[in-house]
Nanobody, 125 residues
Framework: QVQLVESGGGLVQAGGSLRLSCAAS????????MGWFRQAPGKERGFVAG????????NYADSVKGRFTISRDNFKNTVYLQMNSLKPEDTAVYYC??????????????????WGQGTQVTVSS
C-alpha cells in the first residue's frame, strides 16, 4: 500500500494562495488515480480535485473550479494542489488520496484506499 504525506497547509488571508504537496512512498503512483479531499469541522469529507494516472484528465468540485489546479509529477512521486483566490469557506483539513481505480468524472472518498494524515488550511477574512 502506498503511504501519503501532505504538506504546505497554513494560515492565509482571503485572496491569497497556497500550494499543497502530497509525497508518496512505498510504491510508485504512476498508475494511480489521485485525489484531493477536504473536511471542515462538522462536515463530511468532500471531493476537491482529481487527476488521472497520466495527468491528462482532471476534474474539480464546482466550488473550486477556476481557482484550484491539481497536477502531478510521477518522477517525483508527488501530487500538488495549487490554490489561488482562497476564500474563508475553503478552510478545512485537506487530504490526499490514492487508488488504482479507474479515473472517472465523479470521485468519492469510498473510491480511494490510501490516505494521508491531512494538512490544515485556514483562510482568514
Amino acid at each position: 500500500q502506498v503511504q501519503l504525506v501532505e504538506s504546505g497547509g497554513g494560515l492565509v488571508q482571503a485572496g491569497g494562495s497556497l500550494r499543497l504537496s502530497c509525497a508518496a512512498s512505498g510504491r510508485t503512483i504512476s498508475r494511480y488515480t489521485m485525489g484531493w479531499f477536504r473536511q471542515a469541522p462538522g462536515k463530511e469529507r468532500g471531493f476537491v480535485a482529481g487527476i488521472s494516472w497520466s495527468g491528462s484528465i482532471t476534474n474539480y468540485a464546482d466550488s473550486v473550479k477556476g481557482r484550484f489546479t491539481i497536477s502531478r509529477d510521477n518522477f517525483k512521486n508527488t501530487v500538488y494542489l495549487q490554490m489561488n483566490s482562497l476564500k474563508p469557506e475553503d478552510t478545512a483539513v485537506y487530504y490526499c488520496a490514492a487508488d488504482r481505480t479507474s479515473f472517472r468524472s465523479t470521485l468519492s472518498p469510498g473510491d480511494f484506499g490510501s490516505w494521508g494524515q491531512g494538512t490544515q488550511v485556514t483562510v482568514s477574512s
